[in-house]
């Protein structure tokens, strides 16, 4: 956890100089990154560096419940990265083979996918990738695009972005000066609710969005967020990408109201304060719609609509390399959703924000520990969410169906709808293989305790395999 001010670090991925290159999204003592990491590593003696090697993920177990079911996956692929001075390019493709429990999350079947990942190959085969250019031609411009993904925030989940969508295109720039980073991110997301396997019936869609991050004194940052959806084809004309969006400084709603347009509008802030180098606590909150005047009456009116986070991290507690986190996340009900779909926070069927959507309320805690070339991790999350209780009805939770069906205007309650109670606990112990390109020999347990009025149902995984640890995969919930 860097204490310097020109440092910000909860705009991810971060970019470094001398020469050019990108870090980790999380934490070094919790090393999970999606971009890039110690395979990054580059030589600022050279005018330029090169790296071509390997990615694998190769892993077999199975999982016990009510029955029996192997859980497979086999892939190989490569990464390359080149850097020269001021500019950075990176490459990744995985392709790989899958078998598994279950393709999908607490939101909606993930038909045809997999966790954080696109439409398959073909059956059973998916990818992951990335291609990413950066370029800073000097200290107060950073121009990065291609096809991955962002984040925004200090925890493990974010409540504005995260990295639990496929990646996509998209454009960023960063504009640095003094204690102060000013971000402009534009991303080209689809929906594929009409029907997950037939690519032609994709609704395009816009997302851009607003990031001031501010140091204010050492330690202590306050950052605003603002992002829009909207879709480049109404029922009146086909918008396609509405330039009134693209002003790097201008306020999103006005810009809204004055197309006279349904677009989604969020705001946000992320606040953290670094008591040392080594222990960080850290909040978030977005706004999607609010009164005033209801939230006083306590009406529980169904557009007041907001999430929350609060978290605190230190990658030294009370010992070095041990690595201990604590985050509690939630949103309202209808959170991110929108009349459409295709209005709605997410990118081919998965949130942008948290994996649950909304309505919401979830505890996690990670323990991880380091010595030589070993790590032991013990990751476990609660949760608590309410799901809908038949097709017609939206009770808040799934944002990408419309809020134009729920049960009412006011007494919409957290955990509406049918109740569930979910434990995830996962062991993994990993073993340095090639620190270098970061590939790791894995083994890893993983109990799943779910439970809502009608039963309860309880899954046991084991896995061991090899991975290179380069992207998140968020199945923990």
Same mark, same amino acid.
């Given at each position: 956890?860097?204490?310097?001010?020109?440092?910000?670090?909860?705009?991810?991925?971060?970019?470094?100089?001398?020469?050019?290159?990108?870090?980790?999204?999380?934490?070094?003592?919790?090393?999970?990154?999606?971009?890039?990491?110690?395979?990054?590593?580059?030589?600022?003696?050279?005018?330029?560096?090169?790296?071509?090697?390997?990615?694998?993920?190769?892993?077999?177990?199975?999982?016990?419940?009510?029955?029996?079911?192997?859980?497979?996956?086999?892939?190989?692929?490569?990464?390359?990265?080149?850097?020269?001075?001021?500019?950075?390019?990176?490459?990744?493709?995985?392709?790989?083979?899958?078998?598994?429990?279950?393709?999908?999350?607490?939101?909606?079947?993930?038909?045809?996918?997999?966790?954080?990942?696109?439409?398959?190959?073909?059956?059973?085969?998916?990818?992951?990738?990335?291609?990413?250019?950066?370029?800073?031609?000097?200290?107060?411009?950073?121009?990065?695009?291609?096809?991955?993904?962002?984040?925004?925030?200090?925890?493990?989940?974010?409540?504005?972005?995260?990295?639990?969508?496929?990646?996509?295109?998209?454009?960023?720039?960063?504009?640095?000066?003094?204690?102060?980073?000013?971000? @402009? &991110? /534009?991303?080209?997301?689809?929906? #594929?609710?009409?029907? =997950? +396997?037939?690519? !032609?019936?994709?609704?395009?869609?816009?997302?851009?969005?607003?990031?001031?991050?501010?140091?204010?004194?050492?330690?202590?940052?306050?950052?605003?967020?603002?992002?829009?959806?909207?879709?480049?084809?109404?029922?009146?004309?086909?918008?396609?990408?509405?330039?009134?969006?693209?002003?790097?400084?201008?306020?999103?709603?006005?810009?809204?109201?004055?197309?006279?347009?349904?677009?989604?509008?969020?705001?946000?802030?992320?606040?953290?304060?670094?008591?040392?180098?080594?222990?960080?606590?850290?909040?978030?909150?977005?706004?999607?719609?609010?009164?005033?005047?209801?939230?006083?009456?306590?009406?529980?009116?169904?557009?007041?609509?907001?999430?929350?986070?609060?978290?605190?991290?230190?990658?030294?507690?009370?010992?070095? @390399? &041990? /690595?201990?986190?604590?985050?509690? #996340?939630?949103?309202? =009900? +209808?959170?991110? !959703?929108?009349?459409?779909?295709?209005?709605?926070?997410?990118?081919?069927?998965?949130?942008?924000?948290?994996?649950?959507?909304?309505?919401?309320?979830?505890?996690?805690?990670?323990?991880?520990?380091?010595?030589?070339?070993?790590?032991?991790?013990?990751?476990?999350?609660?949760?608590?969410?309410?799901?809908?209780?038949?097709?017609?009805?939206?009770?808040?939770?799934?944002?990408?169906?419309?809020?134009?069906?729920?049960?009412?205007?006011?007494?919409?309650?957290?955990?509406?709808?049918?109740?569930?109670?979910?434990?995830?606990?996962?062991?993994?112990?990993?073993?340095?293989?090639?620190?270098?390109?970061?590939?790791?020999?894995?083994?890893?347990?993983?109990?799943?305790?779910?439970?809502?009025?009608?039963?309860?149902?309880?899954?046991?995984?084991?896995?061991?395999?090899?991975?290179?640890?380069?992207?998140?995969?968020?199945?923990?919930?």
């Amino acid at each position: 956890m860097s204490d310097n001010q020109s440092v910000h670090s909860s705009v991810k991925p971060i970019i470094n100089s001398a020469p050019l290159n990108l870090t980790d999204k999380k934490d070094l003592a919790f090393k999970r990154s999606f971009i890039i990491t110690s395979s990054a590593t580059v030589d600022s003696s050279k005018l330029y560096n090169f790296r071509l090697y390997p990615l694998v993920d190769i892993n077999g177990g199975i999982e016990l419940g009510q029955n029996s079911i192997p859980k497979i996956t086999a892939g190989a692929g490569f990464g390359l990265n080149y850097s020269k001075r001021k500019f950075y390019l990176t490459f990744k493709m995985l392709p790989y083979y899958k078998i598994d429990g279950v393709l999908g999350d607490s939101i909606q079947s993930n038909y045809n996918m997999d966790f954080g990942t696109n439409r398959a190959i073909a059956n059973n085969i998916f990818y992951r990738g990335e291609f990413l250019m950066a370029y800073r031609p000097n200290r107060f411009f950073t121009f990065l695009g291609g096809y991955g993904k962002n984040f925004f925030g200090e925890g493990y989940r974010s409540m504005l972005l995260s990295d639990n969508i496929g990646a996509h295109p998209f454009f960023k720039i960063e504009t640095s000066f003094g204690s102060i980073k000013y971000v @402009n &991110l /534009y991303n080209f997301w689809r929906d #594929n609710s009409t029907d =997950p +396997f037939d690519r !032609s019936q994709d609704i395009p869609k816009f997302n851009a969005t607003h990031y001031l991050s501010w140091n204010i004194i050492q330690g202590l940052n306050l950052s605003v967020f603002e992002t829009v959806n909207f879709r480049t084809k109404d029922t009146l004309v086909n918008r396609g990408f509405d330039f009134n969006y693209i002003n790097p400084v201008v306020f999103y709603r006005p810009v809204e109201y004055g197309l006279g347009s349904a677009d989604n509008v969020l705001l946000g802030m992320n606040a953290s304060y670094k008591l040392n180098r080594h222990h960080n606590i850290y909040t978030q909150f977005i706004l999607d719609e609010f009164l005033l005047s209801e939230i006083q009456a306590q009406s529980r009116w169904w557009a007041n609509k907001y999430a929350w986070q609060l978290g605190y991290k230190s990658d030294e507690f009370f010992k070095e @390399n &041990l /690595y201990f986190q604590i985050e509690l #996340n939630g949103a309202r =009900p +209808f959170t991110y !959703s929108h009349k459409s779909s295709a209005h709605a926070y997410g990118h081919m069927n998965a949130a942008a924000a948290h994996p649950l959507g909304a309505n919401f309320m979830e505890l996690l805690q990670i323990t991880s520990y380091s010595f030589g070339d070993h790590r032991i991790t013990n990751k476990i999350t609660f949760a608590s969410f309410g799901t809908d209780i038949d097709s017609l009805t939206s009770y808040g939770q799934d944002i990408f169906k419309s809020y134009s069906n729920r049960p009412g205007d006011f007494d919409q309650m957290m955990y509406q709808g049918n109740r569930n109670n979910v434990l995830n606990e996962t062991f993994i112990y990993e073993y340095a293989l090639i620190p270098s390109i970061d590939m790791y020999l894995t083994a890893a347990y993983n109990l799943r305790v779910a439970n809502n009025e009608y039963n309860t149902k309880i899954y046991n995984s084991f896995q061991i395999g090899i991975r290179s640890r380069i992207w998140n995969v968020y199945n923990d919930f």
